[in-house]
């Protein structure tokens, strides 16, 4: 969520990712580098080994979040939420990938469209804008549903904006969808039963 979109290096966790490892034939090393009459391998060239793999890695990774790739994610589930008259349909980002890619790469949305971040804890989320073509406005809200505060964003920047208090939801939206509807901090969203508990 954004290194990515998303939530910021504060509130974000990447996948862990293990070190390349050699594959393993199933002999013990030792046996492994003397029973095929083959001298042990140099630190020199496991080390240009693994600047290989590393490279190839890269590649394959920086392929993986680019423009097509975006595009070629499943679909996200989607919730209806309600700011007054307004009606919004926002696709929820409810785990560590999902809100880490964040809207990253999207050309445009769609009329009342946007995403909901969705946090299993409160806690002060921040929120940045590598990779993320479209400026937004982001607003933080708390469990009862209501607007804590509100920040725009300008593309393919990587200032952070954070919750004014600890909150565990986020809506992105096109950025002055809310200003437009004079929705501000204090401003009360509603969505499905359940969502939103009223202090």
């Not at 290096?9 to 083959?38: I, K, M, Y």
């Not at 001298?39 to 979040?65: N, V, W, Y």
């Not at 309600?82 to 926002?90: E, N, S």
Request: a positive charge.
């Amino acid at each position: 969520m954004n290194p990515f979109h998303g939530p910021s290096r504060e509130s974000s966790r990447e996948p862990s990712r293990e070190p390349s490892r050699e594959p393993f034939d199933g002999r013990p090393a030792a046996l492994a580098a003397t029973g095929s009459g083959r001298r042990p391998p140099r630190p020199a060239d496991r080390l240009r080994q693994t600047l290989r793999i590393g490279a190839a890695a890269c590649t394959l990774s920086l392929a993986a979040t680019g423009p097509a790739a975006a595009q070629s994610q499943p679909p996200l589930p989607r919730v209806e939420l309600q700011a007054g008259i307004h009606l919004i349909r926002a696709e929820v980002a409810a785990n560590d990938a999902s809100r880490a890619r964040g809207l990253m790469f999207r050309e445009r949305l769609g009329p009342n469209e946007g995403m909901l971040f969705a946090f299993q804890e409160k806690g002060r989320q921040c929120f940045w804008m590598r990779n993320t073509l479209i400026p937004l406005s982001i607003a933080f809200i708390d469990d009862d549903g209501s607007i804590v505060n509100i920040e725009d964003m300008a593309p393919k920047t990587e200032d952070s904006h954070c919750s004014a208090q600890p909150v565990r939801y986020a809506l992105e939206m096109e950025q002055g969808w809310f200003g437009k509807r004079g929705l501000k901090a204090g401003a009360r969203l509603g969505g499905p039963k359940g969502m939103f508990s009223p202090k």
